[in-house]
Structures are given as structure tokens and as C-alpha cells.
């Protein structure tokens, strides 16, 4: 089994940065991609940003110059570092662990991320 739990989200004015983690446990054999995904209420759940056990990144359009990803492979860890928030970003963040195996994804329990204007 293997757990998925993220952390980092609260409230902050527009303009603003916040920092998720992401921390992958468990019976975790091999990693392959790491993603954050966002849902906000009445919208469908949306790929913010990903990255792959190489190194490769992948961003949303609307994030792209504001939002960074990173891993600690050691750690079975990912980041999102979000500057320059704006109200548009409100959301429940959501960490997505994709297995090499078969591709079995994990996801958290998600984590509120609200900007006020």
C-alpha cells in the first residue's frame, strides 16, 4: 500500500507564494512521474504542473513563469513553489504518484489553496 500526503496549502493574499510538498511512503517500488493537479469548485480537476524520474517538467498554460516543480528522488518527494498567486488559483491541490509498474497511479487527499484579491 502506499500513501500520498501533501502539505503546504492555506491562505494568502494575491501576489503572494506558496509552497506545497508532496511525500510518497509506503510500499513504493519505483516512481516514475510526480504531479500536482487542482480542482476548483464547480470546474474539473486540471494538470498543474508534472515531472518525470528524469528530470523532465510539464506546466499548465495558466501557471507556466510562476509555478515551479521539483523532486527529491531520495525522498519520494515533489514541490510546487507558487509565486506571484492570483484569486484564479483557489483550488484543492492535489499530488498524483505514478508507479513505473504498469503505470498505477496514487493520489493525496488534496491540500486548499485559497487567494483572497
Known amino acids: 500500500q502506499v500513501q500520498v500526503v501533501e502539505s503546504g496549502g492555506g491562505l494568502v493574499q494575491a501576489g503572494g507564494s506558496l509552497r506545497l510538498s508532496c511525500a510518497a511512503s509506503?510500499?513504493?517500488?519505483?516512481?516514475?512521474?510526480m504531479g500536482w493537479y487542482r480542482q476548483a469548485p464547480g470546474k474539473q480537476r486540471e494538470l498543474v504542473a508534472a515531472i518525470t524520474g528524469g528530470g523532465s517538467t510539464n506546466y499548465a498554460d495558466s501557471v507556466k513563469g510562476r509555478f515551479t516543480i521539483s523532486r527529491d528522488n531520495a525522498k519520494n518527494t515533489v514541490y510546487l513553489q507558487m509565486n506571484s498567486l492570483k484569486p484564479e488559483d483557489t483550488a484543492v491541490y492535489y499530488c498524483?504518484?505514478?508507479?513505473?509498474?504498469?503505470?498505477?497511479?496514487?493520489w493525496g487527499q488534496g491540500t486548499q489553496v485559497t487567494v483572497s484579491s
Open positions: 498524483k504518484v505514478t508507479m513505473r509498474v504498469a503505470g498505477v497511479a496514487y
Open positions: 509506503g510500499n513504493i517500488f519505483s516512481i516514475n512521474a
